[in-house]
């Protein structure tokens, strides 16, 4: 790989870690998939993948929901399939774990129909958790699936010392789902 795009998108990690979007909709998650695919990597989903399919599967439904659905996508993925789904990083917000960089592509929307994704990017052992995962909580209301994350160690260990409505902007790590989720 030439050096420069070997920078560039070390720089651009860099940057994602810190809560600046580049996905789908930027050249970046375009050139991370080209330079897997000519490196012979398998190229991850991203959440944008992710909420794609899961509208395509159900149809429109609220930002909260559909919020909730791609945390649990995740939350499974790293237990049943022993790898991250997508790389978007996950906050404890107030409502429940929040994508920021998917919340950013719906700000303002209550109902979402659709977003720029790519279904196809998503492997058949993705796919099989993604309809466990609808099969299991797809027909739950959204203010259901927020309760139940606040009962869950995950949100309930990230958020700390937050208030109930506090902002907080603290990640849900992937070892705090595994081993959680893993547990139950």
Same mark, same amino acid.
């Given at each position: 790989m030439p050096q420069k795009m070997a920078d560039f998108r070390q720089s651009q990690n860099g940057l994602t870690r810190n809560g600046c979007a580049f996905s789908e909709f930027t050249p970046y998650g375009s050139l991370v998939r080209t330079v897997d695919r000519l490196q012979g990597k398998p190229s991850m989903a991203t959440v944008f993948d992710v909420a794609a399919?899961?509208?395509?599967?159900?149809?429109?439904?609220?930002?909260? =929901?559909?919020? =909730?659905?791609?945390? $649990?996508?995740?939350?499974?993925?790293?237990?049943?399939?022993?790898? !991250?789904?997508?790389?978007? &990083?996950?906050?404890?917000?107030?409502? *429940?774990?929040?994508? !920021?960089?998917? $919340?950013?592509?719906?700000?303002?929307?209550?109902?979402?129909?659709?977003? &720029? *994704?790519?279904?196809?990017?998503?492997?058949?052992? *993705? =796919?099989?958790?993604?309809?466990?995962?609808?099969?299991?909580?797809?027909?739950?209301?959204?203010?259901?699936?927020?309760?139940?994350?606040?009962?869950?160690?995950p949100w309930v260990q990230a958020r700390g010392d937050a208030q109930a409505g506090d902002r907080c902007d603290t990640e849900i790590t992937h070892a705090a789902m595994a081993e959680y989720y893993g547990s139950l």
């Amino acid at each position: 790989m030439p050096q420069k795009m070997a920078d560039f998108r070390q720089s651009q990690n860099g940057l994602t870690r810190n809560g600046c979007a580049f996905s789908e909709f930027t050249p970046y998650g375009s050139l991370v998939r080209t330079v897997d695919r000519l490196q012979g990597k398998p190229s991850m989903a991203t959440v944008f993948d992710v909420a794609a399919y899961i509208l395509q599967r159900l149809g429109p439904i609220t930002a909260m =929901k559909l919020q =909730k659905l791609v945390y $649990y996508c995740q939350a499974w993925s790293l237990v049943w399939d022993d790898r !991250p789904m997508f790389e978007n &990083r996950i906050e404890a917000w107030a409502n *429940g774990p929040v994508v !920021p960089d998917l $919340y950013r592509a719906h700000a303002g929307q209550f109902v979402i129909e659709a977003i &720029r *994704g790519n279904s196809d990017a998503i492997d058949r052992d *993705g =796919k099989d958790t993604i309809h466990a995962v609808l099969d299991t909580y797809g027909d739950k209301h959204p203010q259901w699936l927020s309760d139940l994350t606040h009962q869950e160690d995950p949100w309930v260990q990230a958020r700390g010392d937050a208030q109930a409505g506090d902002r907080c902007d603290t990640e849900i790590t992937h070892a705090a789902m595994a081993e959680y989720y893993g547990s139950l």
